[in-house]
């Protein structure tokens, strides 16, 4: 066996021992009478209310399908779950906190932060290049509002090199600019 299922056996017995069928009946919405029967959702039209929940951890029997068991087996039929998922969530569901995180390595950990340190660096320089890409595009706009050839100059023949490289700058911006819309700024 291994680490893992022992502590989840582990787990199953506290939540075994922590919760009443009655309580996790009426948390997933059924309404046990006052002699602890309700329906049972586990076989068709059951009219006369025939799953009985005990006290305790005593758990639950349906005299309809004859089927029954602990909390647990509760939780994985009604959400069609397997028993580890059925403790994982009771433990979630009631705020137990039973189920811990599974322990880490020191490289595993050192592994995670510097992958954390990497995506926090290529933002950082994803911003900057936005930042610059923004501040650029907008001299290349005031540029072209500036120097637009005159009528004279459009007579003349004359246009602007500040003008001249504005039209070349300004469409690759542009589009830059609209592809890297809100990328690196998720957190
Ligand atoms: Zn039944």
């Known amino acids: ?6 502590r989840s056996d582990d787990t199953a017995n506290q939540i075994k021992a922590r919760l009443t069928m009655d309580e996790v009946a009426r948390h ?22 025939s799953l009985k929940i005990y006290a305790g951890d005593r758990g639950w029997h349906c005299f309809g399908c004859n089927s029954g068991g602990s909390v647990i087996d509760f939780v994985m039929r009604l959400y069609d779950i397997n028993f580890r998922q059925a403790v994982l969530r009771l433990d979630l569901d009631f705020g137990l906190g039973l189920s ?3 322990q880490r390595s020191r490289a595993e950990q050192s592994a995670i932060l510097e992958a954390r340190r990497r995506e926090a660096e290529r933002r950082a320089v994803f911003e900057r290049e936005y930042h610059e ?6 001299y290349w706009w005031e540029v072209l509002k500036y120097f637009a ?5 459009a007579a003349a023949g004359f ?7 504005a039209l070349r700058r300004q469409p690759y911006l542009e ?13």
């Not at 246009?159 to 490289?165: K, R």
């Not at 830059?176 to 690196?184: C, S």
Request: hydrophobic share 30%; charged share 25%.
């Open 100 to 102: 811990q995180a599974p």
């Open 1 to 6: 066996m291994t680490m893992a299922s022992y």
């Open 175 to 187: 589009y830059w600019l609209e592809e890297n819309l809100g990328k690196g700024v998720i957190t």
């Open 28 to 49: 997933y919405g059924f309404e046990p009478n006052r002699a602890g029967f309700m329906r049972c959702p586990f076989h068709q039209g059951d009219h006369t209310a």
């Open 133 to 138: 890409k923004t501040v650029e595009h907008r």
């Open 159 to 165: 246009i602007h090199p500040l003008y001249a490289e």
């Open 149 to 153: 050839p005159t009528k004279e100059d």
